[in-house]
């Protein structure tokens, strides 16, 4: 239940999985005077899988029908496109469209989360999808699942992405530690419930040369020029006994705060986006199927950045929040509810949010 | 044939089906001086359902990629996509985006029709999809299937919408009543050709409170404010050795004509749409294969209301036609044509079409 | 591997199979002075095919997700969308939406290529797909597969066209003689590597009459009228040893070269597309995974045409590149790349284009 049907030859040279995945998701906001209300199908997911040739030779298809789901003037709905070969357990390599291996918060699918969304620092600062080629472990010489490393290389663009640039690439490294072995720290809450204590701590860093979009490989297209981006990330999981903690700090700039281009003596500036922020989110099973959890998430923007991040920082900079979720099969079939108390600059009115959600993965 | 694949888990917990529907249509149109035609694959749907951790607990997903199944400005093809409870006879559980349960004309799925295409009493009048909550049961107290019943609470305006609103809900109940007991009342005509007397008598209202869009949950959105709507259908479906006779009548109101805005000075005039219809469509089974069928479809407008609705009803208020279905596999592969004589006040010029279509399940 | 997952019931009378296919490209394109390149996940099809009621009656269905594959202003992503009958050999019947049966180039599916893209002859003058009926045969009068025709009836304004118009339909007759038996004809290269030598000689001619896109059944909508082309193509396919020869000679003249329409005292004035062009390609397969390859393109227009036509041909009318592709399994797992040099009339600059892809069938 919750992982689809696969079909597998007999020889293991081949299998095919398909997968569905449905989020239906209500919202309340009181801000002010107003209360605004939104109920939709937020997503629905289609997932082909499996193995070809080989089984070292794997591929993943994720086609996302959303309506938020599509870019700005795409029809396209892939999400993930990509082709692994696990031959050799140092140097897995992958190619095509996928998570940029950055931080820990964002490349956490999202069916596997223990609130109904993401942060606002990961939101904003994280590096999303790309098409590239990543080179990975996630056990690094074999010590027991002590290292992992990412290393990836793509266009720096983002997702279906359809124009020739003379655009520079998106470079990233990432580095795991987990001093106690291995973790399912690819999904938040610990629903394993395990009784020895778990830990992974990772950096990354990132250099996207002359992109086109404001948040490096997402947001609105430049057209007065390309910026570079310096990224950098770092972030850590805990688990023990149902108990989850989850941390990060994030950190981007770009090289210049505007970017300018005379056209025909008019002139067109477009300001680059940077800023930083960090987050901590715990939670804690209190059986194996109710967890009750608490998220605090911060976002700075940095000088002289893009007046709407600035704007957005002073008026929902500062998110305080808690949840209870029932898992009544895991990720795969859970309910969630959370609340937020979203603030910012003194003086500014707050936000009040209340939000419930369910996750149904066939 | 017809049904899809399914795999099922051996305990019965667990099922996924996957199942894709195919319809070809041309349309020939004859209008004073003019004759248009068009060809064109209509819909494709990608149907995925099942069950998961429990026989009760069931899941539909209904993807539609056709042309004119995107509403303007999304990419989503997401028509249903809900999920069921049906451990309690007299009191099933859906949650998500599907028909709202309101007229039996609408609520019967595409595939089962028995003309090409929807009456246009019911294409102006029905609640088409929403998200929200409906509690039903088909055999209320288990009396032999005699009353079934349906409340349906949700957001009123409509499928796939993305934007937060201070909008009210739409609240719908429906009551129908089957003296002999059950029948096939979710699709049209008389397959079963079965030697007893079958009938199923329906009534509903809703209430669409303040509501962005023109025809309810359908329609343009309205930029100068939103509207309430009452709705009221009665509807009978009788069917008896080979003969079907559907019926069905359709009222809704606005609580204001006009809605109005002034925005600096200048003033937003929009039209609500009120107006009331009825048809009566036969249909007759000559041998197991072949049917012949008749309609007689009629809208009205009610007083001041939308210019554009008045004018559909001054030129094609009134739609008398016949048509012939070939059945190779009941509803799930067939070839339907039919031809309607389309008129409205005395003094304009009438239309003729004809339309030949197959729709075919696989 | 490669032909995805089919299900058959035990009595032949029904199968359902699914397929998704992959498609990640590099383009780097140096012109003048700037350097510009291109990655990304250029499409993902998903299949269904099977058949239904009779081992005769089959349906196949492909949609198409890549940002490319749309049609401006339409979501669809339907590509194929048809039923076929095959009861009589000499007398095959298909409905629906499909490749129109005209030039080989363009009917061999996109998958079984062996450059990575088709040549600019046959993009600029192919007719894509339609929906309409073809009647067709591979092996007429079961001389060995010696000849096989196809006659298509069809809208002629291409697909997901929805649109009434008073336009005429496309007639297409394609006539194929295959001396020495039968081959596989409808993909590129010779995986076979038969010590035996195999040809096919194609012919074909299409009257599209009152069509409204610019190149007949694709290109933009034309807004002042409508023009009738005429198509002529001819075509050869040589097999030996792994060694392959494809070429194809393609003409389309319209009965005007501008379309005039004057409303208001404005006048409308639109260009109409005629041109041919012509391609010779070869491959050799060194071993059983790896081929070489070369291609010579030329495209030319016709007297005063649109001058989109004219200056294309002027800077790309002629393409000469060769490539190499090592197919790990046939055409359903494998890596090309390709160069072409691009140039067109003396004096202009020419373009230099390197591709590298990976197609891959699951």
Do not use: C
């Amino acid at each position: 239940p919750g992982k689809g049907v696969v079909v597998k030859a007999a020889d293991g040279r081949y299998s095919f999985g398909i997968r569905a995945r449905l989020q239906l998701r209500s919202t309340y906001v009181h801000f002010g005077d107003s209360d605004t209300s939104e109920t939709q199908v937020r997503t629905i997911r289609l997932n082909v899988a499996g193995n070809v040739l080989s089984p070292d030779i794997k591929y993943t298809i994720q086609l996302a029908f959303g309506g938020n789901d599509f870019d700005t003037g795409s029809s396209s709905p892939i999400f993930d496109a990509y082709v692994d070969y696990t031959r050799f357990r140092d140097l897995n390599i992958r190619v095509g469209q996928f998570f940029v291996p950055f931080d820990r918060a964002r490349t956490i699918r999202e069916f596997a989360l223990q609130f109904v969304d993401r942060q606002i620092a990961v939101r904003e600062l994280n590096l999303d999808r790309d098409v590239g080629v990543m080179i990975s472990s996630s056990n690094l010489f074999g010590l027991s699942d002590l290292l992992s490393y990412q290393f990836f290389l793509g266009g720096g663009d983002g997702r279906n992405r359809f124009t020739a640039y003379s655009a520079g690439p998106l470079t990233v490294l990432r580095l795991t530690v987990r001093p106690f072995g291995a973790l399912d720290d690819d999904q938040e809450s610990d629903l394993t419930r395990a009784d020895k204590p778990r830990l992974a701590v990772g950096v990354a860093g990132a250099y996207n040369y002359r992109t086109s979009r404001a948040q490096s490989t997402i947001g609105t297209a430049f057209t007065a020029g390309t910026a570079n981006y310096t990224h950098l990330a770092a972030d850590a999981v805990f688990k023990y006994r149902g108990f989850s903690l989850l941390a990060e700090g994030l950190w981007r700039k770009a090289n210049t705060d505007v970017l300018e281009r005379t056209v025909n003596g008019t002139v067109t500036r477009e300001p680059t986006r940077s800023g930083h922020g960090y987050f901590v989110q715990a939670g804690y099973l209190v059986n194996s199927e109710l967890e009750v959890t608490a998220r605090w998430d911060k976002l700075f923007s940095r000088g002289p950045t893009d007046p709407a991040l600035v704007q957005l920082v002073r008026t929902q900079g500062k998110q305080l929040g808690g949840g209870l979720n029932l898992y009544l099969n895991g990720h795969a079939f859970k309910v969630q509810g959370d609340y937020f108390y979203i603030f910012g600059s003194s003086g500014v009115e707050p936000r009040h949010q209340a939000r419930l959600q369910l996750d149904a993965s066939f």
